[in-house]
């Protein structure tokens, strides 16, 4: 199968899908768990060349990477031969600048920050993570980059939970960041098989 078809839902996504499955946890009857894609070489090999595929051709100055599944994409970075940068909560980085504090699906307020230098005025940025919910990481991630001077061209995110909305919320406030989600909740049919006595022990924060 070639993989160079970004649609959403399309057979590639349907496909990668399976290999992700879902748990009841942080009090979320349904969180993705991306182990499951990291666990099959096969699969993660293909959401590799998919996005490397969809920004092959695009002007792309640096990608950044969400604390912390966003993390895992680095492979694309490297597949374009383009710098990476990590968007870290506070207190995990040197010499860092923040943005300000935001909210996200599950409880608690954080904050964003980037390597001082990593982008730079005019340039054009690609942010990737595993998953957009409420859309409050992305806007955070956007906004901080954007006070650097630089645009956002797109926000990368293997699964895109639709009915909270948060790739329309990301593009009320940055329309010109485009918001791809290639895997919605509509696929992910992957019913963890849990042992007896499982609890949920995700912590809320
Ligand atoms: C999850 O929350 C994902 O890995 C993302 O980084 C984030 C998405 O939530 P939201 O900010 O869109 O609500 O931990």
């Avoid at 748990?23 to 349904?30: D, Q, S, T, Y």
């Avoid at 597949?79 to 940068?85: D, Q, R, V």
């Avoid at 968007?87 to 909210?103: A, D, H, S, V």
């Avoid at 991630?141 to 293997?158: D, I, K, N, S, Y």
Wanted: some cysteine; proline content about 6%; hydrophobic content about 40%.
């Amino acid at each position: 199968m070639a993989t160079d078809d970004y649609t959403q839902d399309g057979p590639l996504a349907r496909e990668i899908a399976q290999v992700i499955p879902y748990f009841p946890f942080k009090g979320i009857p349904r969180f993705y768990d991306v182990g499951g894609l990291l666990a099959s070489p096969t699969h993660f090999q293909k959401v590799v060349d998919i996005m490397a595929a969809r920004y092959g051709d695009l002007k792309i100055d640096a990608i950044g990477g969400f604390d912390a599944r966003g993390f895992l994409f680095t492979p694309v970075a490297l597949a374009l031969n383009k710098p990476f940068f990590m968007l870290r909560k506070k207190g995990k980085m040197p010499n860092t600048i923040y943005g300000e504090q935001y909210t996200k699906e599950y409880a608690g307020s954080d904050c964003l920050g980037i390597p001082r230098g990593a982008v730079k005025p005019g340039d054009r940025v690609l942010l990737i993570d595993d998953l957009v919910a409420t859309g409050g990481t992305l806007t955070a991630g956007v906004e901080l980059v954007e006070a650097q001077g630089a645009t956002v061209v797109e926000c990368a995110c293997m699964v895109e939970l639709k009915f909270l909305e948060g790739a329309k919320k990301v593009q009320s406030k940055y329309p010109h960041a485009n918001v791809w989600g290639f895997i919605s909740e509509d696929i992910l049919l992957n019913e963890a098989k849990l042992p007896d006595g499982y609890e949920d022990d995700g912590e809320a924060h």
